[in-house]
């Protein structure tokens, strides 16, 4: 597979579950650079603006946590893949509910899997290891096939209002 | 995850990869019901439960071949995702392509994650042992009652 820089979107309102998860994940090896989002409307106006500057390239995956109290997930997800510039975006939603419905729901408005939110650090490590494993080595990616983007090695955190502004320009199909 | 079986359909015309599959599926952790067919127009009657597939159980997941007989992958996962009872199917493409058209198209689809068949029996193997990991013991995926 593609070995660059992983652009990471995290979209959570717990900065404990953020934490966890982005040192589990930097336990892993891979090499990402991960952008934050803690509301819901930051998370409405992250993906307004990315689709509508369409040299900005898409994020390689948008982890999604479906229970933010100002928003609804379902709607957002629909929203997205109704959008011609973000409907390849890869996103992983995570739910701390075990309702069956709800999970379907979460399929047929376009999640390309859905999770269990991890609780413990041993949950947050396992994910990790799979997100590294499966989803970067062993899948085909649509980022894989837009021009690599970032030059940032390691990790880093960033608060989003705006897209993140250490990204050169790429190109989004 | 739940104690009955997944149901997996899995639509491939190559023999041999099916037979690798099933062997790699072998030693899954979760008790797996894989069922095959080999091309598009066997996959959507299954999927509608028309004959001879009128029992037939509604996949937790699929392993979708793009280039298939009568009715290929792409048109396929089209019109699952057109019908609202089969929309939220988890589709995974699995196929010796890794042209760009066919990934950036087919996640344009709705395919929930798209994997370039390895070279060698031992990389396969690897690969469906990836699927059986993260599909059946991280994801949570959708159970209709």
Known sequence: MVLRT?????????????????????NTGLDFHLTIIHKGCEAVRYFEQLSHNSLEPNPDLIILDLQLPDLNGIDLLRTIRNDPALIRIP???????????????????GINCCIKKPTTIQDATNLANSIN????????LPSDYQQSHSTHN???????????????RGVVN | MSSKSIHVLMVEDDAEDVMLTK???????????????EDGAQAMAYLRQEPPY????????????????????????NEMREDTNLRGIPVIILTTSDQQEDVLKTYELGANCYITKPVGLEQFSKVVSSIDHFWFSIVKLPHYE
């Open chain 1, 6 to 26: 992983r652009e990471l979107v995290i979209i959570d309102d717990d900065d404990e579950d953020i934490l966890v998860l982005q040192e589990s994940l930097a």
């Open chain 1, 91 to 109: 996103i992983i939603a995570y739910t701390g509910l075990d309702d069956g419905k709800h999970i379907a729901s979460c399929y047929k408005a």
């Open chain 1, 133 to 140: 494993d499966f989803w970067f080595k062993t899948l085909r």
């Open chain 1, 154 to 168: 390691g990790t880093s955190e960033q608060n989003v209002g705006l897209l993140p502004k250490t990204m050169p």
């Open chain 2, 23 to 37: 062997e790699a599926l072998s030693s899954s952790k979760v008790s797996l019901d894989l069922q095959v067919v």
């Open chain 2, 54 to 77: 009128d029992n037939a159980p509604r996949p937790d997941m699929i392993l979708l071949d793009l280039n298939l007989p009568k009715k290929n992958g792409r048109e396929v996962l």
